[in-house]
């Protein structure tokens, strides 16, 4: 009779903290649409290693996280492809996305974006890792 009521009690416990956990702390999917700016933001991290001719700009956000910790986590699947706007042209991050278009036929890749912000410190770090190349027509 103990153990059972031990082992029901443990059950009910573990239940709980899972729930709990995955609640404060865990990642909480949210909706991508709200984080557009956040995707255009983070342009210049995602071009850093593009040798090609051309700028890289969101297309899509496929998943968007975030996590509360010391401030705010934001994790985006940023799906990314080749612009209009030559990579080398000196653009205003606030401009790029009313002046640079997508190209139909260029490379896209998906990227994983990861942000960092504590506001009352007036800290933001952003994080880019492309996850892989996509092909043209690829449904995701």
């Not at 009690?9 to 573990?14: K, L, S």
């Not at 912000?117 to 995701?140: A, C, H, M, S």
Request: hydrophobic share 40%.
């Amino acid at each position: 009779m103990k153990s059972s009521l031990f082992i029901t009690v443990f059950i009910i416990f573990a239940t709980i903290g899972n729930v709990i956990g995955q609640i404060v702390g865990g990642l909480n999917d949210v909706d991508p649409a709200q984080y557009e700016p956040k995707a255009w933001q983070s342009v210049p991290e995602i071009n850093t290693d593009n040798v090609g001719e051309y700028l890289w700009i969101p297309i899509e956000i496929t998943k968007a996280q975030v996590q509360v910790v010391a401030g705010k986590k934001i994790v985006l699947e940023v799906l990314v492809g080749d612009s209009d706007c030559p990579r080398d042209r000196k653009l205003a991050v606030s401009d790029i996305p009313e002046i640079c278009h997508v190209s139909n036929e260029g490379d896209r890749q998906l990227f994983q974006v990861d942000i960092w912000e504590k506001p009352w410190e007036n800290f933001e770090n952003i994080t880019v890792t492309k996850i892989r190349d996509v092909k043209q027509g690829e449904v995701l």
